[in-house]
């Protein structure tokens, strides 16, 4: 009976973050995966969008007496095997690149790799429709 | 229908609280993170507005302490399991980004 409870009780989310590695609200949308996860909830889908690009880019350096975002989230997203997706058009204004891109517009600096995907918008908009609840994060 | 309001922003540097004050349904709550903590600071114009609001309030534990504000009796101070608790109790989250 609890398991059944627990079954009819777990949420799906999809969220969204808006804002760079460094910046509090993205280190809040892990904080709030791992709590998600930890209450026996689904991620339907991680989407990073505008400068949340970089919280995805394999290039960023933190300094050794902060918290390294980029890190930790894809040690969440390798170890829970979720679904990392990067828009795109936003990482491609912004420099952040995977091997495909690179190659497809001759650049040289490759920061994206697995488990991060780049894709479109419409991930955005397939998740939200698949989600019981869409939460944003980004600004300050 | 209800809606969980998140403010991350400080309310002393734009008008997000004001206008999220303004949109606020009965069965809203709202939940400050971050800068938007810094409405907790008595004798301000936020804190006086929130507290004559009477809004069901919320601010993450973390983000209070790391900005040594009392969290008033009208308030609840809510760590991130609660967090994802208070999303699912409300309809829809809005982000005020």
Redesign the interface.
Known sequence: MAAVLLIESAMKFAIAVFSAAHAPSSRRALLFAQAALAGGHEIVRLFFYQDGVYNASDAVVTPQDETDLPKQWRTFITEQNLDGVVCIAAALRRGVLNTEEAGRYQRDAVAVSAPWELSGLGQLHDAVQDADRLICFGGA | MSTLHVL???PFGDERLTSCLRLLGTADALLL????AYALQPGTAPFNALENRQVKLFV?AEDAQARALQVPDWAEAI???A???L??HHD??N???
Request: aromatic share 14%.
């Open positions: 991350s922003h400080s993170c971050g800068d938007a993450l760590d991130y399991a967090f994802v608790e999303s699912i829809k989250v982000t005020w980004l």
